[in-house]
């Protein structure tokens, strides 16, 4: 059975199932059925209570509680009530004048029907919990099938790409503009000092689509107060490693520079131009016009104007080039492998997606016509 087929049967399965229950307990009524559960729970812990000590010669006085509370438990209860009956059945059973363990077995066994009554409410409440559990396996099928057909209608659409499409259109001016801003970055991070590089971090954060990883809090205090926050970041690092008798003959507060450089070695290292570069293959015409705008900002503020040109010509570049269909065949070439462009050849990817799309459709259908009160 396909999948399909297993959620709709389910659904519709749990549904029958659940008018069912919730029919048989309206049949008797459900006020009428709690009072019946709730008789039974007491009846049947009268006999549980008392059983070792009603029966045979056992305390007087407890036999006489026991009758009297059975009595006046049965008495209680309303004429018309569901399994009535049974109650009154058990009742006469245990009227009598010496009880034994055979009399309360026999007694259980009468209020069967109490039992059986009372069920209805339990099996209501298991077919409500087997419907709901339906309903969530199918919806969660269906988000499985919605990120299935998005990725065969991805894969669809790289295979319909025109892989012989000249890409180098993008990719040119896509790399010469990463090449540019790295070597600017590593030009501004080795010779600036650690003051002015984290200065342009921080004011990097204004702009999301262009920010580098945000300093410590102690690290961008030190470097912005202690004269050593004048020196570059290779120079730190340097100093970072030197013994303490030697580092004093350099910085005024050895121990600060340990605790406030020293321990953020990590993340000063890891301090490279990747956050102002542009991924391959490209992103989308709108998101690289955003962020080419974001990225000429922060360029701007350590790099030459070269740099900040190039970075200024991605900005353009969605409408200088047929940008869509070049970025599609980039993404195919770099996306699509041997096996997947065998399926693309066979029409795999089209039936699996006419498949996906079907039992979608199937599930959805199913949900609503199995939607409950």
Do not use: C
Not at 192 to 201: G, I, Q
Not at 217 to 235: F, H, K, N, W
């Amino acid at each position: 059975m396909s999948d399909a087929g297993n959620h709709v049967d389910r659904l519709r399965s749990a549904r029958a199932e659940l008018a069912d229950a919730r029919d048989a307990v309206a049949d008797h009524g459900e006020g009428r059925l709690e009072t019946v559960r709730d008789a039974h729970r007491e009846a049947t812990s009268l006999l549980d209570r008392y059983e070792g000590k009603a029966t045979g010669t056992g305390d007087f006085r407890a036999f006489v509680q026991f009758q009297e509370s059975f009595v006046e438990l049965v008495e209680g209860l309303p004429e018309d009530l569901p399994a009535r009956e049974a109650f009154e059945e058990a009742n006469d059973l245990l009227d009598q004048r010496r009880l034994d363990e055979d009399d309360f077995a026999r007694a259980r066994d009468l209020l069967e029907p109490a039992a059986d009554r009372a069920a209805l409410l339990d099996a209501r409440a298991t077919a409500k919990e087997r419907y709901e559990t339906a309903r969530r396996d199918a919806r969660k099928r269906l988000r499985e099938l919605d990120d299935r057909v998005d990725r065969l209608e991805r894969l669809q659409r790289l295979g319909e790409a025109d892989l012989d499409a000249p890409v180098e259109r993008l990719r040119d001016p896509i790399e010469s503009y990463d090449e540019s801003v790295r070597a600017a970055w590593t030009d501004f991070r080795r010779e600036a000092s650690a003051r002015e590089v984290l200065r342009v971090v921080e004011a990097s954060e204004a702009y999301p689509l262009a920010a580098f990883p945000q300093p410590p809090d102690d690290l961008r205090e030190y470097v912005e107060t202690y004269p050593a926050g004048e020196e570059s970041i290779p120079t730190l690092l340097k100093y970072a490693d030197y013994s303490s008798s030697k580092l004093s003959h350099y910085v005024d507060d050895p121990g600060a520079l340990r605790t406030r450089v020293a321990t953020h070695r990590t993340y000063l290292e890891r301090l490279d131009a990747d956050p102002l570069t542009v991924s391959w293959p490209p992103p989308s015409a709108d998101r690289l016009r955003y962020r080419a705008a974001e990225l000429v900002s922060v360029v701007a503020r350590f790099a030459p104007e070269e740099v900040v040109a190039k970075a200024r010509r991605l900005r353009r570049l969605p409408d200088e080039v047929d940008y869509e269909r070049l970025r599609e065949t980039a993404l195919a070439r770099d996306e699509l492998d041997d096996e997947e462009r065998d399926r693309l050849e066979r029409g795999a990817v089209e039936a699996e997606l006419t498949a996906a799309r079907d039992e979608r459709e199937r599930i959805e259908a199913a949900l609503a016509d199995t939607e409950a009160d």
